[in-house]
């Protein structure tokens, strides 16, 4: 599991009680689900969780990612909600169930999704799953070393019930859910983005000596997944002193699109090799003239550099922001 600056939680954490997530720049090669489009959530379920509740899980997920907290706290988070509450938002809890008592001998006052008593904020943000989630994001990030702990481990830690192994039990369907409500969003499916995150470095910005031939894509995150943005065949892969590993792509109509800043190890395309949109390509990398894990995008049309933005809202698939 990967660290998280404290420090920069603060900020954050303030800032995300306050305002709507942006899902849609989520997106997986290896489900069929955006996590930003509930019409489109399997009938079926996943591993048996449905409807309102894989919504709910959704909420969690993004929550996590405005955080800039990984696929690791992200099935961490569902985990707690199936263990508390079955992913479902209710108004009560062990007391009006069990009758169980806090220590001084009140009535537990738990309701929502995390079960959340009345020191964790009020009934409304208790009862919103985006910012339950976030209450809950907030203390796990608290918690000294949560990320080499046993997940059920760190989840009690934070919800301090009577077994630290209680949530075990739901690690194999929350990183299902997790999974399969991180498919592709957007366009026509010939075109997606090629990673998760939203833009944080644009086309023909200075760089020192020269300018910026791409566009940033980043949530905070190393070793997420690089999706091809669409149909074509690996031209080539390589590492370079600026770019660290890279790979390029060559598409239809003239187009070849760029994946740069990789660690070569991390590969998982050979030159020659056919793709189709959506196929992980590699992982997000911070090598080469980088200040932090993301990928570096770029797009010539006919072997002239072209804004990657402005391609892509073409195509049908604006890159996040």
């Not at 590993?245 to 090799?273: C, L, R, S």
Request: aromatic share 8%.
């Amino acid at each position: 599991m990967k660290s998280f600056g404290l420090a920069v939680l603060g900020g954050i954490l303030a800032v995300a009680l306050g305002v709507t997530f942006l899902l849609a720049s989520v997106q997986r090669s290896d489900a069929s689900t955006c996590l930003a489009d509930p019409s489109n959530y399997p009938a079926e379920g996943i591993n048996g969780y449905k409807g309102d509740q894989l919504a709910n899980a959704a909420a969690i997920i993004g929550a996590a990612q405005q955080l800039s907290l990984g696929e690791d706290a992200q099935i961490i988070g569902v985990m707690t909600a199936m263990g508390e509450s079955s992913l479902k938002n209710i108004t009560y809890g062990d007391w009006e169930t069990s009758g169980n008592t806090n220590p001084d001998g009140s009535a537990t006052s738990s309701i929502g999704l995390f079960q959340q008593q009345d020191w964790w904020g009020s009934v409304e943000d208790r009862m919103d799953p985006t910012k339950s989630a976030t209450l809950f994001f907030g203390r796990l990030v608290a918690v000294d070393g949560w990320q080499d702990m046993e997940p059920s481990h760190a989840i009690w830690r934070v919800q301090i019930n009577s077994d630290k192994n209680h949530y075990a039990t739901y690690d194999t369907d929350a990183t299902a859910i997790v999974e399969a409500l991180s498919g592709p969003c957007g366009g026509s499916g010939e075109w997606i983005v090629p990673a998760r995150g939203t833009v944080t470095g644009v086309f023909g910005d200075s760089r020192g000596d020269h300018a910026h031939m791409g566009t940033d894509l980043a949530d905070g995150t190393c070793d997420g997944p690089i999706w091809a943005a669409s149909a074509g065949v690996i031209d080539n892969t390589g590492e370079n002193k600026g770019g660290g590993g890279y790979i390029w792509i060559k598409h239809a109509d003239g187009v070849m699109t760029g994946y740069f800043h990789m660690k070569p190890i991390n590969f998982m395309v050979v030159e020659g090799q056919a793709v189709q949109a959506g196929d992980q390509i590699g992982k997000v990398g911070n090598e080469g003239n980088s200040y932090g894990c993301h990928l570096h995008y770029e797009v010539k049309v006919n072997g002239e550099y072209v804004n990657p933005q402005t391609f892509m809202e073409g195509v049908g698939v604006p890159l996040p922001r």
